[in-house]
Each structure stands twice: as C-alpha cells, then as structure tokens.
C-alpha cells in the first residue's frame, strides 16, 4: 500500500515564528488532506488540497502531485498551533480509505 | 450546517463485552468511513460505507464490523472486547467515496479495563 512520511516528527516553536511541514506519499492520490488534532481528540480540517495551492490565513498548502509531496506552512505561529499535524492521502483504488502519515507535533511556546 | 456527530463521546467497558458506536455524517454525505487511533498504531482505517454498502475494509479482525443505515447513519460494533481495543474512534462523512473533502466527528475515546 502507499506509504505516507512526515517530516519532522516534532517541532518546537517560538510565538511568532514561521514553519514548514512535509509530506512525502509514495503512489498517485486523488484526495490529500491537511488536518489539525485539537487536544480532544476531533480532527480539524486546514486543506482539501491533491494538487495545487491554497492560503487560509496564516496557513498556506502546496501540493506538488507530479513529485508526491504536499507542504503547509504555518506563518506567525500562535499558541493555539500547538497539536498534532496530519496529512492523510487517498489513492484511486483505495475507496475512502484514508492512509495517515504518523504527524508532526508542534508546540509553540510563548 | 451541523457537522459529524459521534455518540458517545466517552465509553468504558469491560473485556468481554460488547459495544456499539454511532456516527451521524453531515446531511446529504453518503459516505462515512471509521478509523481507530492508538498511540502505537497511529491512526488506522477500519471500515468505509456508501449508500448503505460496505466499499473497504482494513485489517482488522471479524469482531469489528458495522452497517450503514437509508438515512447514512452509521454504526460500528466490537464483540468481545480486549483490553486493546482501548482507543479514539473517528468516523468521517464526505459527498462520495472519492474526490471529495472528508470531514471527521469528535470521536468515541472507549476504554476497556
């Protein structure tokens, strides 16, 4: 099955800093999503996003389907973008099936 | 518009035992998938239904299964429950199976003692 990398694995960061999260996949997607764990578990959605670029904000996404790789930047970083990042890919002959990276954990500190 | 609803949102069992957890998918998504998270296995899919079918199934054993209601509410069960089955179970709805932006419910945090 793909395989889905995230790098780094943990991240400490100083309010107002900026940031950079990778992740690698190792087949074609059809669905790449960014999403951000709140402390009680619920997973939030940042981007719907298999190709192309988008800007929510101070988050911003690119995903470069042709090299299998997506990127979300974190710009001014808050405090309340402390939690775990995950991005989760969907293969064409994998209906609905979302496979996770392992995240990236940032905490920023004030 | 109301999101994904999961219920309930806490649960403790004993091995043994049996449960059943409920998933309310945003009105008019017909897809709802589960996935089961664990600190040492991350997050893992377990099941995806469309329009009351079963599409996929991950790699777990028989004792977990679930069904998808007319109305695209879906549950999911565990038999004989381990000590392992303690976990955070997410559900997710989205339009259809594929090409759509899924989004996740509060979870189900189940604890077995």
């Known amino acids: 099955g793909i395989q889905v990398e995230q790098s780094p694995p943990d991240l400490i960061l100083q309010e107002g800093a900026n940031s950079t999260l990778r992740c690698n996949f190792s087949?074609?997607?059809?669905?790449l999503q960014w999403f951000h764990q709140n402390p009680w578990g619920q997973l939030i959605n940042l981007f719907y996003i298999p190709s192309g670029t988008k800007q929510n904000g101070r988050l911003s996404a690119t995903t470069v389907a042709t090299e299998r790789y997506s990127l979300l930047y974190i710009s001014s970083s808050q405090t309340t973008d402390s939690g775990v990042y995950f991005c989760a890919v969907v293969t064409t002959d994998s209906w609905g099936k979302f496979q996770f990276g392992a995240g990236t954990q940032v905490v920023v500190t004030p | 518009k109301a999101g994904v609803t999961q219920t309930p949102r806490y649960l403790i069992k004993t091995r043994g035992q049996q449960v059943t957890l409920s998933c309310s998918p945003i009105?008019?998504?017909?897809?709802v998938s589960w996935y089961q998270q664990t600190p040492g296995q991350g997050l893992q899919f377990l099941f995806e239904y469309f329009s009351e079918t079963q599409r996929n199934k991950g790699n777990f054993p028989g004792r977990f299964s679930g069904r998808q209601f007319s109305n695209s509410r879906s549950e999911m069960n565990v038999s004989t429950l381990e000590l392992g089955d303690s976990a955070l179970y997410l559900c997710a709805s989205s339009l259809f199976t594929t090409n759509t932006e899924a989004f996740f419910g509060q979870g189900t945090r189940l604890t077995v003692v």
């Open positions: 087949d074609s997607v059809n669905n």
């Open positions: 009105s008019g998504h017909r897809s």
